[in-house]
Every structure is written in C-alpha cells, then in structure tokens.
C-alpha cells in the first residue's frame, strides 16, 4: 500500500526510477537520494578529507592505504566519493585484490555490508565488474543484519543470488541455494527469480558450448567432482540471520585420457595452461555446476508443488524460465522441468503455445526430439495457439527461429526453414497439413507467405555467388588448357618429346594439370546448372545445395590442382635454385589460401545443413550428447 502511495506521487521521471523496486523503503531511500537537497555541507563534502586515501586505493598503493587507516581507523566504512562509495567499493571496481583483503580484514560484518548510492555493496560491485576472485574473498565475511524484515532480506539476497549466477559465479550461487532453497523463487529487484535467471544463461549448460574434435576428447576426459552436500542444506529463509556464511569447497581433480599417461608424462602446468585445457576445465566445472544447480531448484520447485496440492503457478517465473530456456535452446533445463512435472508439457506459455510448440517455433531440435519422443507427443501436436496456429503452422514463422539468423547466406537459411517444415509435415497427423489459422492460411500458406523475402535473398546470393565462381572457373580452365601445349622446357627438336617427359615431377605437372582442367570444367557446369534453375522452394532443400557443394569443392580442388602444377614448373625450370623456387611457390600460394580459407565456412556449412540435417522421424531417440 505505502509503495504505491509513493509511486502514485511521482512524476514520470521520478516513478521510473523506482518503477522495478517492490519495497516502500527502497523506494523512499531511492528518491530520497536523488532528490532530497543535501541538509549541510557536511554530508557533501565530507568525502573529501578522504582524497588521499582515494588516490591511494585507485592507484592500487597498499602502504599509503594502509598508513591512512592507522591513523584513521574510522576512515575503512566512511564515504570518500560523492556517489556514497567507501574504500571497499573503490577497490573492488579497480580491481586492486591487495587492499581489498586488507579492507575485509579490517571491516565487521556490517561495515561489508554497506551500500553505495546505487544500493550496491561491495559483493554486488565484485560480481557486476566480474573479479571473481575478489567475490571469494567478500562472500565467507558476508552476513544480512538481524533487524532486517523478512521481505527485505529475500530481496537483497536474491539480487546477490541472481547476479552471481548471471556472471556464473556458481559456487556462491550454489551455497545460496543449498542453505535458502526457497530464494530459487525469488524476485529481486528487477522482478527475476534465480530460476529465471538460470534459464537465460546457456553458456552454464554443455548444450551451450561447441567443441572442436580434439577439446571434446579432453573436455569429456576431466572428472570434475560433484560439490559436496552443504551442510546447511536443512537451514530455511524463515530463519531471519545467515550465520558464518562461507563458500562451499569443492575437490575438483583433472583426469584426463588416457590418465596414466598424463599424469607421469605432463606436468600440471602443462595439462591446466597449454592447449586451452585450463578455459576447458573452468568450462566444465561450470557445467558441472550448473547441473547441481538445476537439480537443488528443482528439488525445491517441487516440494513448493507439494505444498500447493500440485497447483501449476506461475510463481517466481517458473513458466517464464521455462519458456526462456526452450527459446534460448537449454535441452538440460527443459528435460529437468519436464521430469519434475510432465504438466508442463500441456501448460500455455506465450502466446497458448506449448512447449512442442515453442521447441518448434525457436527451431530447436534436441528439446524438440525429446518432447516428441514423450507419451504425450499426440496431445501437444494437436494444441493451437490464440491465432488458431497449429504445430506445423510454428514452421513458417520467422520471427523467432533465431537459430537460423546465425548461419550466414540467405540460400541457407532457407534451406534449414525448408528442412523443418518438410521434418515436422512428415510426422505429424495428415488432417493438421491443411487446418487454417484465423487469417484463413495453411501452414504452407503461412510458410511460403513469410520465406517470401527470404527466398529471393537466397536466390540473389546463389546466383551472385554462381557468376563469379563461374568466371573464376573459366579463367582456370583457359590457364590450364594453354599449359598443356607450352610444356615447361619445351620440346626436342629431333623427337618432338617434351625434354623433361621422362622426370617424376614432370609426370606430376601433368597428372595435377590435367586434373585442374577437368575440375574446373565441371565446377563451370555446375554453376551453370544454379544460374539455370527454376527456384523453386523445393529446389532449396538438396538440388541447389547439392550443386553448390559439388561447385565450390571442385573449385577449391581445382585451384590447388593449378598451383600444384605451377609449383612443380617452378622447381623443374629452377633446379639449381631450389631455395628461390620454394620462396615464390609460397608467396604465390599466400593469396590462395587466403581464398580457400574466407570461402571454406560457407562451404562447410551447407555441407553440414545437406548431409547432417535434422532426422526427423517417428523413431526419434533422445540424445543430448
């Protein structure tokens, strides 16, 4: 009531200053300290006694630091900016972790405590600027004052507990949670559960993170233990104090495969800083992490149902979070929910979709084979949405399949729409094929209505790119044609013969001439065949791709077909001069590579989205692996 009593008073400027905050006192506090005068010039400038000792922290000097707090004691919890910022405060945002410890040795509990005029404490400033070593040392001193009321308390820790994990600073996360498992609903400041919050961090989950071949070997060669059980664990939020809170120790061991042989060939410096071993194994505590995380949220969601007589609420965004993590494509958050309550799966989320549905609309295909390969499959496919769309209707919309905005070209994109709305036609019941929505279309209506733009971009891009590799193709084979009759050294003149017809690495020139020829000339046919084509929607799928794929690979062999014979010419007419021949094969291949490299990820892509695409089928297995 006193909460909206003072926003009701505010003007627009002042009322969005304090629009997101649910407590009156914050509220007052806020505006007190943004528009309340100051009451004497005491209260102003008295930070400024303080600029030595300012100077002092900013500049990282501990000595001088250290000389001032013997002389003023007092000075460790006194203002000395304008912004209400103490010695702590400063530190932290510099990031000068000497005279933070020697600040948290000489502050109580209520001096770490203490806020700017921001309302952040020196914790919060850690993980906001993101020095997680100095959140190490502030959080085991961290304690919440006795004569702060319930509602308060939750609020404050929430803000600790939501931005900890936003900055993936899971260990302080993950001892919250195990001692307070009802502040995994909620709300800070911003209106954010830590649930949700969880939920829009997808680098925390191993589905976030992709590996090349060799850093998957190693990633999923590290043990990382499971944290410990807290032995706090049984400790509730209704319990008003959180006494000796400290961060919870983890045994964390690396063992890589096989172990043996690191362990007596690699010394640990080598195994945590060579090779990205060390961003890896940080990489997979964090996923381990995350998981335990996940688990003690989900531990507490459902004693919350429990408690409720299995009410579905969306209390503390539990939809929210939901939704969030199938649209941010988490598969781990949405098998945990799912698991915990397969109502779920039926429940509405944006827009009265489903979780198929969104899985669908947001072109997610693990959360998607999951759900599908539920009991439940033919019950959400059958679901609509406020406009009537069906499952198959999710296909043809763009707006959100943000998944596909990530791959560069709009041929492959459209490709990869294509793929879904064949992909989801085939396993669907036949009477969704032809149901309309309330403007009257079918989702094939819809699909082609929405790819319209899409369609012509992927056509422009197919023939732009077709017309160059063309002239480039030309070009080779105009080279390599000529070649074949100016042979290098020329001919006898008694015989005819090439003089060099009976060297190796003249059999080589011709062998590698001959192949650039007959590459370059099926590269050239193929693009014709692009520049050629009626476009049609199907024709995306694989007949368009496919006669990129064969054009651009057969261009890249060609080319390094032509400098192998230039290279070889090379060495054959400067035999006696290997060093300067080897120098200018090498600068002559720099501008080649540079050529192949730029062109090879378009390459690699389509060829991923034609051969690996999604299998859509009735037998779909889970596997998130």
Known sequence: MALHVIQTSCGPDAFSKISTIRSADTAWQTLKRKYL????????????????????????????????????????????????????????TAGRDAIVEELARRMSVEDLEIEDGDGYTAL???????????????????????????????????????????????????????????????????????????????????????????????????????PAPSTSSEIRLSIPNIENGRQCNQVVTIELVPAVLFRHLVSVTVRKYLLGIKQLYDMKKIHTQSKVLLSCMCKEIQASLIHTGGQLENIGGV?????????????????????LDPRFLENKYNNSRNLLMLAVLYRHYKIFRHIWNLDMKNISASYVDRSDNNLLHMTGMTEDSTIFNQISGAALQMQGELQWF????????????????????????????????????????????????????????????????????????????????????????????????????????????????RYAEEDFIVSLPRKMIIGLSTLFFSIAAMMVAFSVTLLIILNEQLLTAITLICLAGVPVTFFIWIQFPILKDMIKLTCFSPNFNRKMKLDFN
Not at 44 to 70: C, H, M, P, T, W
């Open 319 to 339: 939809y929210d979070a939901i939704n969030r993590a199938v649209r941010n494509g988490i598969p781990e958050f949405v098998y945990a929910a799912v698991e």
């Open 124 to 226: 919060m400033k850690a993980l906001v600027y993101g020095r997680s070593k100095l959140v190490s040392h502030l959080y085991p001193s961290i304690s919440w004052n006795h004569d702060l009321v319930l509602a308060e308390k939750v609020r404050k820790v929430a803000n600790l507990l939501t931005r900890a994990i936003y900055t993936t600073n899971l260990d302080l996360a993950l001892d919250l949670i195990k001692k307070y498992p009802s502040l995994t609903l909620a709300l800070d400041d911003r209106g954010e559960s830590p649930f949700l919050a969880l939920a829009s961090v997808r680098p925390a989950f191993r589905s976030g993170k992709r590996l090349v071949c060799w850093k998957k070997w190693i990633y999923f060669g590290m043990h990382i233990d499971q």
């Open 37 to 92: 005068p100051a009451d004497t010039g005491d209260i102003d400038n008295s930070y400024l006694q303080y600029a030595d000792l300012y100077r002092a922290v900013l500049e990282g000097n501990l000595i001088a630091a250290k000389d001032f707090f013997v002389s003023q004691p007092e000075a460790v919890r006194k203002a000395i900016t304008y912004k209400g910022e103490t010695a702590l405060h400063i530190a932290v």
């Open 422 to 533: 064949k992909g989801v036609e085939r396993i669907i019941n036949p009477k969704i094929k032809e149901a309309t929505n309330k403007d009257g279309l079918t989702p094939r209506e819809l699909f082609t209505k929405n790819h319209k733009n899409m369609m012509e971009k992927g056509e422009k891009w197919m023939k732009d790119t077709s017309s160059s590799c063309t002239v480039v193709g030309a070009l080779i084979i105009t080279i390599t044609f000529a070649v074949a009759f100016t042979l290098p050294g020329g001919n006898d003149q008694t015989s005819g013969f090439p003089i060099f017809s009976k060297k190796t690495l003249f059999k080589v020139f011709i062998i590698s001439d001959t192949l650039s020829l007959f590459s370059s000339s099926t590269l050239v046919l193929m693009f014709l065949g692009i520049l050629t084509s």
